[in-house]
């Protein structure tokens, strides 16, 4: 049986914002990644879209973030 609503409750109907990502973001994405986190746990990480993510991930957006990345892992490293 379907529950009627009441006065009190508002459907969600309109999807939450998403943050955009900056490039620090996308470096974070690729440490994250390479630290076993799946894909749609970086975007609820980063308060974001999977799809968001995933493009980061593919280099389709913010295009040398992966080379910021492993420059960031070895400085923390050192």
């Known amino acids: 049986?379907?529950?009627?609503?009441?006065?009190h409750?508002?459907?969600s109907a309109v999807?939450?914002?998403f943050r955009v990502l900056n490039a620090t973001d996308a470096a974070l994405i690729w440490l994250l990644?390479?630290?076993?986190?799946?894909?749609?746990?970086?975007a609820n990480k980063l308060?974001?879209?999977?799809s968001r993510?995933?493009?980061?991930?593919?280099?389709t957006t913010h295009v040398g973030s992966r080379d910021k990345a492993t420059k960031m892992a070895a400085?923390?490293?050192d």
């Open 33 to 42: 990644k390479w630290a076993g986190d799946a894909d749609h746990v970086i």
């Open 15 to 17: 999807a939450p914002e």
């Open 9 to 11: 409750t508002t459907p």
């Open 47 to 50: 308060s974001t879209m999977p």
């Open 53 to 59: 993510v995933s493009d980061v991930l593919a280099e």
């Open 75 to 77: 400085s923390r490293k």
């Open 1 to 7: 049986m379907i529950e009627e609503t009441t006065p």
